[in-house]
């Protein structure tokens, strides 16, 4: 077996070099298959009225049908769930050792009016604060 020398490649220099493979085109949008036809909305009849429920077994099971949905409260009202139980909680803390709960209903006090008529130095009368 005789040894032999590979070939050497010849090495082309490429000044900007393929990181990954080319995207795949994207398809042009085909809009000859849109219909414009508007049609009329279909209103769906109620097969049980509102806030009635319809009970029955299938299968040896009990199904339950409705079109009622229990609606999810705001986030407000979570939100002021939650503080109340906190509140509860601070409050109870505190009288389980026989201390006075602090106040956590904060009410800004009103703002005194601290410039009045009479504590104003400047008047329109005064020519003397006027002159040049």
Not at 76 to 83: R, T
Request: aromatic share 16%; proline share 9%.
């Amino acid at each position: 077996m005789a040894y032999q020398i590979r070939q050497r490649r010849a090495h082309v220099p490429v000044e900007f070099p393929q990181l990954c493979a080319p995207p795949a085109s994207k398809p042009s949008l085909d809009y000859s298959k849109l219909d414009f036809v508007d049609d009329e909305p279909v209103i769906q009849q109620r097969k049980i009225p509102y806030g009635w429920v319809r009970l029955y077994f299938e299968n040896h099971q009990a199904k339950m049908e409705t079109d009622y949905f229990h609606p999810e409260p705001t986030l407000d009202k979570l939100a002021g769930a939650a503080i109340l139980n906190m509140k509860k909680r601070w409050y109870k803390f505190y009288t389980d050792r026989d201390l006075e709960p602090y106040d956590y209903d904060y009410i800004p006090e009103e703002e005194d009016d601290y410039e009045t008529a009479s504590s104003s130095s400047w008047s329109a009368e005064d020519p003397e604060e006027f002159s040049d």
